[in-house]
T-cell receptor, first 113, second 113 residues
C-alpha cells in the first residue's frame, strides 16, 4: 500500500542554523504534499503545502522542495528559532476524493540555544 | 485554530467500558477524520467520513466505531474490544473532494484505569 517515510526521527540544531527534514513516498500518483507542525500536547497545524505542478515553495523562513522523479520532498527551515521546536509531519495524497492522506512518522526538532 | 472542537480533553476508561469521544466542527466541512497518535509515533487513521451518513474504515478501525448523522459531528466510540486504547486521539476535518487541507481539533487524551 501507500507509504510515506520520514527522516530523521529526531533532529537537533543550533539556534540560527538551518534544519532539513526529508520524506519519500511510494505512490507515484501522489500530487499533494502538506507539512504539519505539532507542538507538545497540541494539535497538528498546517505550515506549508506543495502541489506537484511546482518544484519549490517558500513562506518566510520555511521552504518545501519536491522531486517527483525521485518521489521525495523536503522541508527546509532557515535561521531556526526556539519556537521552531516541535514535531513535524510530512504527508502525501492523490488529488482524488477517494484517497486518504498518508502521514510520515514525524521528526522531533529541537533547537539548541 | 477555531472551528473544530473535541471533548473531553482527558478521558478515563475502565476495563470493559465503552467511551465516546466528541468531535464537532462549524467550518461547513464535508469530510471528517479520526486519528490515533501514540507517543513518538505518527498519525494513524481510524475512520473517515466524506459525507453525512457514510464513513469508511481507516488503517486501524478494529475496536472503534463511528457515526455521521450530522455534517457537524463525528463521534468516535472506543469499545471494550480495543485492548490498548491509551493514546492521543485527534479529529480533523477538510472541505472535501480535491481540497484536502486538514484542520485538526485539540485532541483527547484517553487513559485506562
Amino acid at each position: 500500500g501507500e507509504n510515506v517515510e520520514q527522516h530523521p526521527s529526531t533532529l537537533s540544531v543550533q539556534e540560527g542554523d538551518s534544519a532539513v527534514i526529508k520524506c519519500t513516498y511510494s505512490d507515484s500518483a501522489s500530487n499533494y504534499f502538506p507539512w504539519y507542525k505539532q507542538e507538545l500536547g497540541k494539535r497538528p497545524q498546517l505550515i506549508i503545502d506543495i502541489r506537484s505542478n511546482v518544484g519549490e515553495k517558500k513562506d518566510q523562513r520555511i521552504a518545501v522542495t519536491l522531486n517527483k522523479t525521485a518521489k521525495h520532498f523536503s522541508l527546509h527551515i532557515t535561521e531556526t528559532q526556539p519556537e521552531d521546536s516541535a514535531v513535524y509531519f510530512c504527508a502525501a495524497r492523490r488529488d482524488s476524493s477517494a484517497s486518504k492522506i498518508i502521514f510520515g512518522s514525524g521528526t522531533r526538532l529541537s533547537i539548541r540555544p | 485554530d477555531g472551528g473544530i472542537t473535541q471533548s473531553p480533553k482527558y478521558l478515563f476508561r475502565k476495563e470493559g467500558q465503552n467511551v465516546t469521544l466528541s468531535c464537532e466542527q462549524n467550518l461547513n466541512h464535508d469530510a471528517m477524520y479520526w486519528y490515533r497518535q501514540d507517543p513518538g509515533q505518527g498519525l494513524r487513521l481510524i475512520y473517515y467520513s466524506q459525507i453525512v451518513n457514510d464513513f469508511q474504515k481507516g488503517d486501524i478501525a478494529e475496536g472503534y466505531s463511528v457515526s455521521r448523522e450530522k455534517k457537524e459531528s463525528f463521534p468516535l466510540t472506543v469499545t471494550s474490544a480495543q485492548k490498548n486504547p491509551t493514546a492521543f486521539y485527534l479529529c480533523a476535518s477538510s472541505i472535501g473532494g480535491l481540497q484536502e487541507t486538514q484542520y485538526f481539533g485539540p485532541g483527547t487524551r484517553l487513559l485506562v484505569l
